[in-house]
Every structure is written in structure tokens, then in C-alpha cells.
Antibody, heavy 119, light 107 residues
Framework: VQLVESGGGLVQPGGSLRLSCAAS????????MSWVRQAPGKGLEWVSS????????YYADSVKGRFTISRDNSKNTLYLQMDSLRAEDTAVYYC?????????????WGQGTLVTVSS | ETVLTQSPGTLSLSPGERATVSCRAS???????LAWYQQKPGQAPRLLIY???SRATGIPDRFSGSGSGTDFTLTISRLEPEDFGVFYC????????FGQGTKLEIK
């Protein structure tokens, strides 16, 4: 299993960014996926999850209405569209594979991509 | 909303000693939905324990989990030098929640 995030960078408050997570080594469309973030020097915060075929999504209250999780199973890629970004969204964003039939239980993680929201 | 509180904040122990990390929930948590992760500096978290006491694939048997209701424990029976890092408990489900973390330092 390999998960490789990309798309992080510096963005101004109010701006947008789209993160990608390229997956390999497993049947991507058979597994739900999640995004989890970690602010600098802080703990882990779950952000969003999506089912294998993309029909079911969940969001943390802190990002609901601003972030959109999606996936393209033909490309084995997970996305996180982040709009109306705030300084408090600054974090390393990890994508992670969800254990089958266990929402939120994360057995493989990528190495993360850093998002910095600052003017 | 459930809050997971871990203690202690930092643990400093020597190789061979026993480490115990506590995770207390503000509301009852099903044992089916409690996990532990380890994160080393600059690395992604690694799943250690799920369903309170089941070890993930490849996790040594010196790691064990226990508990029920609102009190859960991660125990490392005999510390190895590579066991340092920050440990997080997690209530998983459709709205997962993490504890704030416990840092384990190896003397």
C-alpha cells in the first residue's frame, strides 16, 4: 500500500487549494478513505471521510461547508478541495485508508502535505 | 460531544520498563470503536491497536490494550528503544475523535 499526497503550499486567507492523494497497492475503489490533519506541534484532527464509490461523505464541523472530499476511482486518487481557507487550517494533511467496514479506523497513511494559510 | 483525555502528557522511561498510557472518555465508548496509534517525529501515525485490544498487523505483542466504558489503557510491557513517540487514542466511526496525545521519551 502506498499513499502519496500532493498539492500543499502557501495560500492566503480566503483562498483555495486542492489536495490530491495517489493510491496504489490495493483495490482503491473497495475502501473508504479519510483526510486527517495535524497543526504544527499539535495533535491529530479528523477532517473528512468518503466511501469507496464516493456516495457517502462525512465532515468535521470545523470544515463543513468549506471543504469537499471526492475521489476518482479510475485514477486511484483521493481529493480534498479546500475553500475559504483560514489561518487555523494550517496543518500537515494526511490521507489515510479506512479499514474495511470500520469507518474512521485508519490502517495506512501517507506522509502528508503541508498547507500554510498566511498573508 | 465526546472528549478523549489522555494521561500523562509525557512519560519518560528506560528500556525494559513498562509504559502505561490512559485514555478517558467523557461519555461511554464502545470497545468495538477504540484504537491506538503511534507517531514518531516527522512520520505519519501508525495503527497499533483496534477494537480496544486487538493488535494491528505486524505490531509486537509487547503492545496491548484494555479497558471498557470510559477508561482505556495502552500498555507497553517491556520498552524497546524504538518505542518512543507520541501515542494517540481514537474513537472511530463516522465522526472520529482523537485524544490529545501522550509523548513517550526513552531515557
Amino acid at each position: 500500500v502506498q499513499l502519496v499526497e500532493s498539492g500543499g503550499g502557501l495560500v492566503q486567507p480566503g483562498g483555495s487549494l486542492r489536495l490530491s492523494c495517489a493510491a496504489s497497492g490495493f483495490a482503491f475503489d473497495s475502501y473508504a478513505m479519510s483526510w486527517v490533519r495535524q497543526a504544527p506541534g499539535k495533535g491529530l484532527e479528523w477532517v473528512s471521510s468518503i466511501s469507496g464509490f464516493g456516495g457517502t461523505t462525512y465532515y468535521a464541523d470545523s470544515v463543513k461547508g468549506r471543504f469537499t472530499i471526492s475521489r476518482d476511482n479510475s485514477k486511484n486518487t483521493l481529493y480534498l478541495q479546500m475553500d475559504s481557507l483560514r489561518a487555523e487550517d494550517t496543518a500537515v494533511y494526511y490521507c489515510a485508508k479506512i479499514v474495511s467496514r470500520n469507518w474512521g479506523l485508519l490502517d495506512f497513511w501517507g506522509q502528508g502535505t503541508l498547507v500554510t494559510v498566511s498573508s | 460531544e465526546t472528549v478523549l483525555t489522555q494521561s500523562p502528557g509525557t512519560l519518560s522511561l528506560s528500556p525494559g520498563e513498562r509504559a502505561t498510557v490512559s485514555c478517558r472518555a467523557s461519555q461511554r465508548v464502545s470497545t468495538s470503536f477504540l484504537a491506538w496509534y503511534q507517531q514518531k517525529p516527522g512520520q505519519a501515525p501508525r495503527l497499533l491497536i483496534y477494537e480496544t485490544s486487538s493488535r494491528a498487523t505486524g505490531i509486537p505483542d509487547r503492545f496491548s490494550g484494555s479497558g471498557s466504558g470510559t477508561d482505556f489503557t495502552l500498555t507497553i510491557s517491556r520498552l524497546e528503544p524504538e518505542d518512543f513517540g507520541v501515542f494517540y487514542c481514537q474513537q472511530y466511526g463516522t465522526s472520529p475523535l482523537f485524544g490529545q496525545g501522550t509523548k513517550l521519551e526513552i531515557k
